[in-house]
């Protein structure tokens, strides 16, 4: 079945770095979704990516989707106290699953 | 206002007890999805739905069961036999149609099962 490591796991940083997290799949995705959870809530949907080397952007958020489509990333310029939370991919048409997340901490 | 909606926020059962719980959908949405979340980790999928009358086991489907009788309510009961059930469950509607799914989550439900 389809394999999807995100990483990393964790990430601390300081108020005003930039924050990355990745991604990758054993196979090819037809799309891939982005999601951010704040501490104690629930999943929002933030992008979905479909073309091969596709990149959108949200403000300070920069989502990309590999040539192969078989990996993807979310990246945060200048990261804010409200960037806070848990980020998923999330890939799949019917059975959407959702990588481990990558969990952000900002250090004021 | 169009949204999804699960209840109770916090539930408390007594081990050996099954619990079902709710969720329900005003969007018009023919797919809906529950999954579990433990702490610190990530989703994981335990049934989803493409239309009504019809459901898929999901990658950790053993001691829960769900029914979709009406295109608005996907409810899911977790069972006596589900040996780990205090987690965080989140329901979710996407459309289905081309590309892949948008997905709304509801407020999500806390399980306690002492």
Same mark, same amino acid.
């Given at each position: +079945?389809?394999?999807?490591?995100?990483?990393?796991?964790?990430?601390?940083?300081?108020?005003?770095?930039?924050?990355?997290?990745?991604?990758?799949?054993?196979?090819?995705?037809?799309?891939?979704?982005?999601?951010?959870?704040?501490? +104690?809530?629930?999943?929002?949907?933030?992008?979905?990516?479909?073309?091969?080397?596709?990149?959108?952007?949200?403000?300070?958020?920069?989502?990309?989707? +590999?040539?192969?489509?078989?990996?993807?990333?979310?990246?945060?310029?200048?990261?804010?106290?409200?960037?806070?939370?848990?980020?998923?991919?999330?890939?799949?048409?019917?059975?959407?699953?959702?990588?481990?997340?990558?969990?952000?901490?900002?250090?004021? | 206002?169009?949204?999804?909606?699960?209840?109770?926020?916090?539930?408390?059962?007594?081990?050996?007890?099954?619990?079902?719980?709710?969720? &329900?959908?005003?969007?018009?949405? @023919?797919?809906?999805?529950?999954?579990?979340? @433990?702490?610190?980790?990530?989703?994981?999928?335990?049934?989803?739905?493409?239309?009504?009358?019809?459901?898929?086991?999901?990658?950790?489907? &053993?001691?829960?069961?769900?029914?979709?009788?009406?295109? &608005?309510?996907?409810?899911?009961?977790?069972?006596?036999?589900?040996?780990?059930?205090?987690?965080?469950?989140?329901?979710?509607?996407?459309?289905?149609?081309?590309?892949?799914?948008?997905?709304?989550?509801?407020?999500?439900?806390?399980?306690?099962?002492?």
């Amino acid at each position: +079945g389809q394999q999807v490591m995100q990483i990393p796991q964790y990430q601390h940083v300081q108020e005003g770095e930039d924050f990355t997290t990745y991604c990758n799949s054993s196979t090819t995705l037809s799309n891939i979704q982005w999601y951010k959870q704040r501490p +104690g809530g629930h999943p929002v949907f933030l992008i979905q990516l479909v073309k091969s080397g596709e990149v959108k952007k949200q403000k300070r958020l920069t989502f990309q989707f +590999g040539e192969a489509k078989k990996n993807s990333s979310l990246h945060i310029t200048a990261t804010q106290t409200t960037d806070v939370g848990t980020y998923f991919c999330g890939f799949g048409n019917e059975k959407l699953t959702f990588g481990t997340g990558t969990r952000l901490t900002i250090i004021p | 206002d169009g949204g999804i909606t699960q209840s109770p926020k916090y539930l408390f059962r007594k081990e050996g007890q099954n619990v079902t719980l709710s969720c &329900e959908q005003n969007l018009n949405h @023919d797919a809906m999805y529950w999954y579990r979340q @433990d702490p610190g980790q990530g989703l994981r999928l335990i049934y989803y739905s493409q239309i009504v009358n019809d459901f898929q086991k999901g990658d950790i489907a &053993e001691g829960y069961s769900v029914s979709r009788e009406k295109k &608005e309510s996907f409810p899911l009961t977790v069972t006596s036999a589900q040996k780990n059930p205090t987690a965080f469950y989140l329901c979710a509607s996407s459309i289905v149609g081309t590309g892949g799914p948008e997905a709304f989550f509801g407020q999500g439900t806390r399980l306690t099962v002492v």
